[in-house]
């Protein structure tokens, strides 16, 4: 039997059968909830409001017991038994776009990095004046392009040109009266012409790059001529409703139609980015000559429709590791029409081109310093060497430090909470919030910040848990443990409490053990000690700040000279933005890709025991912390 289902206050209907959990029926529709766990119940933010009508279950065991009353439900635990009106509340959206602030993604941040590679773009455009055709030179369309062309550019490689392009070429070179221009991609080995204009279009030439991210995707419009970054914008992934992780997204994958809906959520999310940035730039999709995609393994396997299913059965093993250049239709990304894209190639099951991408954007492949490269998403990704070797380890750190995973995270755009300082004695929150604005939630850099005043302020003990004998008005019951306050509703944007909560606190020390494992994996395969390491470098979504001294303090990254460690920003961005501008960076991406050796975490017994060892505050040995230890013992006196 269907039942109609009105979702305010957007005003969209769709239809239910019988059955058919409410979440897959708003996703359908298009609209993004919050559905970290794919729909299995576990993350409770799935909230939507009855107004009207009779459902069946809705998971209300896991709710407050004011939501209730409120009408509050589960999407994912409810079917329809009659026709429903529900409400979506803002709390259970997932964010749109929003404007990049991720540290090192523009070309000013990549000014050294830009005057160590050479500026050549992979994809070029070229003005051409064609002669006109007579009875006395009758060549045909093409092999006239061809013949100038090849001369305009002084090559003697193959030219190439496809169907689509031959089908458009004689009405665009006619239009301008035979002056075009060429759009083209040159290889080792061919030319391959991919545009043709009618008219003089050369100052139009842009480059969109992104960094494909499990829980959020960056993405910059790069200026080609002038050769600097025009827009840049952020946007939940809308994978998310269908499981937080890449794991849950494999065995989505598997479901009836599974593998087509995750392609079809990430295409979207990138055609929203991208007209986002056309209407900031006020630029048309027809000025991008390419589009540059950076990765993990798995993400890249779903943009590509590729079956991820057994990159998670032993032995691990990905479909493919590199791809050719393609066009960005064959993404769907048809916004894009006649642009190219490249995708970077990955290493390994879990090691995949956005770390390629960042290990080539900070010169760590063509450099002497022994370097640690530590990119902190919901995946783990660490590397560990120099221009002689790499060595590389992937550990699911889970999406904590992106927001995912806790229940006031979000996203380091305007509103969120990046740093923090808590009163030894009264034990107030002093909070730092992007944009100057009321917050919203806790970005990355905010959550390591709290953390880390929990523990020094002995809000928190090693094990994460709230002193329950800590008396004042941050601390409280929340039904499930004890939450501290970081912001009363009277402060906030939403005008609710922000909090962190012991379940919060246990998603964060669960996701910097896994680095902290990672790195001491690491550094025994090679049997290397931290001393040895000459720079670390660390990089992810945190936001502009990022407070390193914190890291150390809560256990993710080993005591060392504060000189030695560097944030990044988004190395993934970096990496693509870089190959926008110059055939060199591809050229390393795909050297680094095959070089770097990948060590499998999950066959090693020995990772499991550094993991539980570091899910503790700073860590189960606190010899490995001396000055740590010796800041906490001090706040106790």
């Known amino acids: 039997m269907k039942h109609k289902i009105s979702f305010l206050p957007d005003n969209l209907e769709a239809v239910a059968m019988d059955g058919e959990d409410i979440l897959a029926v708003l996703t359908s529709t298009g609209l993004k909830i919050n559905a970290s766990c794919g729909g299995a119940g576990t993350c409770a933010r799935c909230k939507l409001i009855l107004e009207k009508g009779k459902i069946e279950g809705g998971g209300r065991e896991r709710l407050d017991q004011d939501e209730v009353e409120a009408g509050y439900f589960l999407a ?38 830009l005057k160590f590679w050479l500026i050549d773009m992979p994809v070029k455009k070229v003005q051409l004046k064609l002669p006109k055709p007579n009875l006395t030179d009758s060549v045909d369309d093409l092999r006239r392009l061809k013949r100038v062309f090849a001369i305009k550019i002084a090559s003697d490689k193959e030219i190439l040109a496809d169907l689509d392009l031959v089908r458009s070429l004689a009405k665009a070179i006619r239009d301008a009266d035979f002056l075009v221009t060429v759009s ?52 939940y992934n809308g994978q998310a409703n269908f499981g937080d992780d890449v794991i849950s997204r494999i065995i989505f ?13 990430v295409v979207v999310t990138i055609s929203g980015l991208i007209t986002g940035l056309l209407e900031k730039s006020g630029r048309t999709a027809g000025d991008i000559s390419a589009i540059f995609l950076a990765g ?36 769907n990304l048809d916004i894009l029409g006649h642009a ?44 560990l060497g120099n221009s002689d070797w790499l060595m590389a380890c992937s ?6 430090f992106e927001g995912g995973g806790v229940k006031d995270g979000m996203k380091a755009a305007e509103g969120a909470i990046e740093k923090v300082e808590i009163d030894e ?32 302020k002995r809000v928190v003990d090693q094990r994460g848990k709230i002193d329950p004998a800590l008396k004042g008005p941050r601390i409280r019951e929340n039904g499930g443990g004890l939450e501290y306050i970081v912001a009363f509703g009277s402060e906030t944007a939403s005008g609710r409490d922000i909090v962190i909560g012991e379940a919060d606190i246990d998603n964060l020390l669960r996701a910097k053990a896994a680095v902290f494992a990672g790195v001491t994996m690491l550094l025994e395969s090679m049997s290397l000690n931290p001393e040895s390491i000459d720079e670390i470098l660390i990089a992810g979504s945190f936001g502009r700040y990022l407070n390193v001294e914190k890291i150390q303090i809560i256990g993710m990254l080993f005591e060392t000279e504060a000189g030695k460690v560097r944030y990044v920003g988004n190395g993934s961005l970096s990496g693509a933005t870089l190959a926008a501008l110059s055939k060199q960076v591809i050229s390393e991406a795909e050297k680094v890709a095959e070089r770097m050796t990948y060590l499998e975490l999950s066959a090693d017994p020995k990772f499991m ?17 001396p000055s740590v230890m010796e800041r906490f013992k001090a706040a106790g006196t």
Request: with cysteine; glycine share 8%.
């Open 340 to 383: 190219r894209a490249f995708v970077f190639p990955s290493v390994a099951s879990y090691v995949g081109g956005d770390v390629v991408a960042g290990v080539v954007a900070n010169r760590i492949s063509s450099g002497d310093k022994l370097t640690l490269y530590i990119d902190v998403g919901t995946n783990g990704e660490i590397v």
């Open 253 to 265: 994958a598997a479901k009836p139609n599974g593998l087509t809906k995750l392609k079809d959520a």
């Open 184 to 235: 083209y991609i040159e290889t080792a080995s061919s030319i391959e012409i991919i545009r043709v204009e009618a008219g003089d279009t050369t100052k139009d030439h842009f480059a969109v790059a992104v960094d494909v991210g499990t829980t959020t995707i960056g993405a910059s419009l790069i200026d080609l001529v002038q050769e600097r970054e025009v827009a840049s914008l952020s946007s």
């Open 76 to 113: 994912c635990k409810a079917s329809a038994v009659s026709d429903l009106v529900v409400r979506i509340p803002d709390a259970s959206r997932q964010n749109d776009l929003f404007e990049s602030d991720e540290g090192a993604t523009s070309l000013a941040a990549l000014e050294d990095s």
């Open 296 to 331: 993990n393994t798995i993400m890249t396997h779903l943009l590509l429709g590729i079956d991820p299913k057994y990159i998670r059965e032993e032995p691990y093993i990905p479909t493919a590791v590199d791809f050719p250049w393609m066009k960005a239709a064959d993404l």
């Open 425 to 456: 004695e009264s034990l107030e929150a002093r909070v730092s919030v992007i944009g100057g604005v009321k917050p919203s939630g806790i970005c990355g850099s905010g959550l390591i910040d709290l953390l880390a005043e929990l523990f020094l």
């Open 609 to 625: 025991d550094a993991y539980i060892s570091a899910l503790f505050l700073p860590h189960t040995d606190v010899e490995l912390f």
């Open 395 to 400: 550990c699911s750190a889970g999406p904590a």
